[in-house]
């Protein structure tokens, strides 16, 4: 095809994509959503936009409607959603996580755990999620034999758990807290994470975070493969 020719059919079909832009975003018509895909390098033919959860995170107010749960992060502090929240594994679904500014090695996240299991959890208690629990965190060899401090609670007036132990292994010194509660026939689990000698620095923060936590009636969260949230 010569040059010219070649040129003048350029032209003429960037003119019919302007004018198809024009009409589509006029009348509202299928013109819209083919001129998208064209403008969106990253999709590919056949996918999916990522499904909306009714998860919101405003001012650091952590809102889970399906799972029951809201909490106030400190102002200062980054919050992000669980990468899993959508695709659980049989042990835990991290629901939020949030660092202390410029400390990448600390964290305060919230997560549920799978209790589905009645050979594990024949009664769904709050004995047997700290039992299990427990015993997996000696399993994996995380330093829990240097328990500091085990005590029963409450979190938002439900009976709960909280251990703080360090997790000592080559050049890793870490100190953790964990606090397990039953509600609504869903185990959260809490933990809060930081290198030794920093754990004592956000603890203030942390405290006020439990504090603000409150759960309530869930609509519809389930753990395990199923998707939630």
Known sequence: MPIQNYRTVSSLFVTA???LSIF???LGSPQVAILSFFADSSRTPGSNPRPLIPTTINSNLYN???????????????????ENEQQLNQIENVLVTARPPSDALSYLELSLIDISNSAVYPTKSLEEVVDFQTSYIRDIGAGFDSIETTEITQLSGYPAQKVVYREDYQTLHNRIMKIWVVASAIAYQLTFQAPTE???QH???VQKTIESIKLFTPTDCEVGAAATN
């Open 64 to 82: 889970n409607t399906n799972c029951g749960v809201t909490m106030q992060f400190p102002s200062d502090w980054p919050v992000e959603r669980g």
């Open 198 to 200: 920093r754990y004592s």
């Open 17 to 19: 994509l302007v004018i």
């Open 203 to 205: 603890l203030s923060d």
């Open 24 to 26: 589509g975003f006029t």
